[in-house]
Nanobody, 115 residues
């Protein structure tokens, strides 16, 4: 069983920045992928970005050029640097890991962008 622990959410003004972290526990071997999804009130959960253990990344069009995902393979930790945040980025952000047949989710962290 792989557990994911997220941190770093909060309240920020439009144009501000936040950094999310997600640490995985357990033994995981490459190849695997970790990423971030988000769910706003009344909306479906959507993919924000992911990164593979080999360093490949993918971003949703709405966050491209504003968000950056990175990974510390040794710590099994990913980071999401979010810049120029907009009110429409407000959501619960969930960390996700996919390794072989295992799919794990974090508990979610709230990001609120408001003045």
């Amino acid at each position: 069983q792989v557990q994911l622990v997220e941190s770093g959410g909060g309240l920020v003004q439009p144009g501000g920045s936040l950094r999310l972290s997600c640490a995985a526990s357990g033994s995981i071997f490459s190849p695997y992928a970790m990423g971030w999804y988000r769910q706003a009130p009344g909306k479906q959960r959507e993919l924000v970005t992911y990164i593979t253990s080999t360093g490949l990344t993918n971003y949703a069009h709405s966050v491209k050029d504003r968000f950056t995902i990175s990974m510390d393979n040794a710590k099994l930790t990913i980071y999401l640097q979010m810049n120029n945040l907009k009110p429409e980025d407000t959501a619960v952000y969930y960390c996700n890991l996919q390794w072989s047949t295992i799919v794990s989710w974090g508990q979610g962290t709230q990001v609120t962008v408001s003045s």
